[in-house]
C-alpha cells in the first residue's frame, strides 16, 4: 500500500493497539472509530501497511454511499467473478473464501463501515467468526450515526481505538514538519487538533514544504474546524 507522504504524528496507543492486535498469535482485528477528519483512514491505511511490512496479505476497501445500493457493493473486488446472479448466501460464502483464501494471514480494511449494505456488514461479522482474517475497520462517530461494527468489539472479536484530535503539540509538530520548521501557526486550539482541518489549511500536497504554495498563507496553517 502506497504511504501517506505526509508524517505520521502522535497517535502511539493506536500504533501499540495495531502491533498488538496484527502480530503474532492468532488474528485478531481493529475498529478504529472518531469523528470526520481525525484521522480515522490514515490509521487503518497505517496499520496495513504494517500487516504488510510483517508478511501478512492485505486487501481493501471503502464503502461509500452510492454503493451501499448493490449488496456487498464496497467490497464487490473481492468476491471471484460469478457465472450468474448469485443468491446472497452463495454470495456470502464466496466472498469470505476470497477473503480467507488471499494469502498469509489476510487482514483486510474497510472504510466507513457505517457506509455499508447489511450483506458486507453480515460478511465483516462472518469474517471475523472464523478466527482466520484480521479486520481493520474505521467507522465514523457523531451526527447519530449507528456503528455497525459495535458487535465486534462488544463481543470480543475486536479492539476498538478511539481517534480523538491531536493534542498542540503534536500539532505543532505536524505542522512544522510539513512545512520544513518555516511557518507561523495559529494556536492548535484554532484547528482543534484535527489533522483534516491542518491538511486542508496547509495544503493538499503530499510533498514536503510543498503548503507554502498554497493559500490560505502560512501563518493560517492549522486553523480551521473539522468537518
Ligand atoms: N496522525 C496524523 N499525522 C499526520 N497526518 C494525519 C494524521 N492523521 C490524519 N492525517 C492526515 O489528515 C488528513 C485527514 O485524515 P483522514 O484519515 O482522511 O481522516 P478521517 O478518515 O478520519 O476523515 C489526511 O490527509 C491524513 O493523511
Ligand atoms: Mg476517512
Known sequence: MRPDAWPLVGRAAAIEATSTALGEGPPQSLVIVGGAGVGRTRMAREALTWAERHGRATLWAAATAPAAHVPLGALAHLIPTLEEAADPLVLLK???????????????????????????????????????????????????????????????????????????????????????????TRPPSASGGWPGATRSTCGRSSRKGAGRAVSPPRRACGGGKGR
Open 94 to 184: 464466496r466472498a469470505t473464501q476470497a477473503v480467507v483464501e488471499a494469502g498469509p494471514a489476510p487482514v483486510l480494511g474497510v472504510d466507513d463501515v457505517h457506509l455499508l449494505d447489511r450483506l458486507s456488514i453480515t460478511l465483516l461479522h462472518q469474517l471475523a467468526a472464523t478466527g482466520e482474517v484480521s479486520l481493520v475497520l474505521t467507522v465514523r462517530t457523531g451526527d447519530g450515526v449507528p456503528d455497525p461494527a459495535a458487535p465486534l468489539w462488544k463481543d470480543g472479536f475486536a479492539t476498538r481505538v478511539d481517534l480523538w484530535p491531536l493534542g498542540r503539540a503534536e500539532t505543532e509538530q505536524l505542522v512544522s514538519t510539513v512545512l520544513d520548521g518555516d511557518v507561523e
